[in-house]
């Protein structure tokens, strides 16, 4: 059997692992106890997280078993990583809720029946130690010297960096021991942010127990330009379809750049690579095939064929512009009272979230980038009343594929 290691390679997940060869032979020799650590500081999880959700699916492909720690002892301090300002403190309450829809998320994808995979809490064993004895098992091993020189505190120093955040690193590297003491998890994946506190926690295994741990991080999603992927005009593209909408969410990939199609696709899909490649090459015309594939793809792993394909049928039929009136496009609510004098377009964007604000909506129009009803808008005092919107035709067409009806209510 191909050995997991050259899977993650050849789709482009690894960026750097501590013992290369070593991690190798482990993986086409040994069944292997892994973990990603997810700290539930959001109601949802987003498509950053996605990447190492696909590891976890392929690692568990290849006979390997995940652990998926949810960090709700963590998250009572927060990862000061990738950060420029201290995480806003939560409750256990909270943390425990967005916990849970963690859960729903990781069972599409990992197989839990017969321990193949282990879902735990960070907090079944953070939260009740005993401070002193914390410090005496565990932090002496760390010097405060060498930690003030890993990238996630190094960022931090000149804003200030808080005590509470500075144990962060403590308590993940004892995440790692206490998964390795109770399951034999021999390996730590995670963003390449993480690479700091993945190594804390294999000295930390080396020097108590005196054996071999590895760890390996993943990339982040960027553009070819090397830009973050992720981000919408209304902040992260999330999972819950209750927070980023199935047709946005197919939008999104559906939208990506020509040069980003081929890695999107062997990150984010489980398509072969041979069908991945040939997809990746189509030029011209051609490369919107491979972005329709794509957005369903992802779309149907993360919400289901059924929703996917809703999706991709409504964006079709926005593409058209005779069909724009009849697509089952997302729909925006307005207060009726807001019309009922009239409606400026550019007050009409903003306040139905079409546009962030009211400064980019004049730029569009000057643009001709908005269309209301099939008509280019071009004069930014353009007026709508109550009048034009009976019928439930009132569509909003924002650029060349972004479209919204927008009802009274």
Not at 174 to 184: A, C, P, R, T, V
Request: charged share 25%; hydrophobic share 40%; with cysteine.
């Amino acid at each position: 059997m191909k050995n997991v290691y050259d899977v993650l390679m050849e789709r482009g997940y690894i960026e750097q692992c501590t013992h290369e060869e070593e991690i190798k032979r482990m993986l086409a020799n040994e069944k292997v106890t892994f973990y990603i650590g997810f700290d539930p500081t959001a109601d949802s999880l987003h498509i950053g997280h996605f990447i190492q959700i696909m590891v976890m699916a392929h690692m568990q492909h290849y006979g390997h078993r995940p652990i998926a720690v949810i960090g709700g002892g963590t998250t009572m301090i927060g990862d000061p990583s990738g950060r420029s300002d201290m995480r806003q403190v939560m409750t256990q309450e909270r943390i425990a809720e967005n916990a849970e829809k963690f859960k729903k998320i990781f069972e599409k994808f990992l197989t839990f029946e017969d321990d193949k995979a282990l879902m735990v809490n960070n907090a079944d064993w953070l939260l009740n130690l005993n401070y002193i004895n914390f410090l005496r098992d565990v932090g002496a091993h760390f010097s405060v010297n060498r930690m003030l020189t890993a990238e996630c505190y190094k960022n931090r120093m000149e804003k200030g960096l808080t005590f509470l955040e500075f144990n962060y690193m403590l308590l993940q590297a004892y995440d790692f021991y206490m998964l390795h003491q109770k399951y034999g998890c021999k390996m730590e994946f995670g963003g390449n942010d993480q690479w700091s506190n993945i190594i804390a926690g294999i000295e930390l295994i080396r020097k108590k127990d005196a054996q071999d741990a590895y760890g390996m991080t993943f990339s982040l999603l960027t553009t070819s330009e090397g830009i973050k992927m992720g981000k919408t005009a209304k902040g992260a593209l999330w999972l819950d379809p209750d927070k980023t909408s199935p047709y946005d969410f197919y939008q999104y990939w559906r939208n990506v750049a020509d040069a980003d199609v081929q890695k999107c696709l062997a990150l984010l899909t489980f398509l072969p690579m041979e069908e991945v490649r040939e997809l990746g090459s189509l030029e011209g015309q051609k490369i919107n095939h491979a972005k329709e594939v794509l957005a369903f793809e992802v779309t149907k792993a993360i919400h289901g064929e059924e929703e996917a394909k809703k999706a991709q049928d409504a964006a079709r039929k926005a593409f058209s512009a005779k069909n724009a009136a009849e697509a089952d496009i997302p729909t925006v609510e307005i207060a009726a009272d807001k019309v009922a004098d009239g409606i400026e377009i550019l007050a009409l964007l903003a306040d139905t979230g079409i546009v962030p604000t009211r400064s980019e909506g004049r730029r569009l129009v000057q643009q001709s980038g908005i269309a209301v009803k099939g008509q280019k808008v071009t004069d930014i005092k353009t007026v709508y009343t109550a009048d034009d919107f009976a019928g439930g035709d009132f569509v909003v067409k924002k650029g060349k594929k972004t479209y919204r009806r927008i009802v009274l209510v």
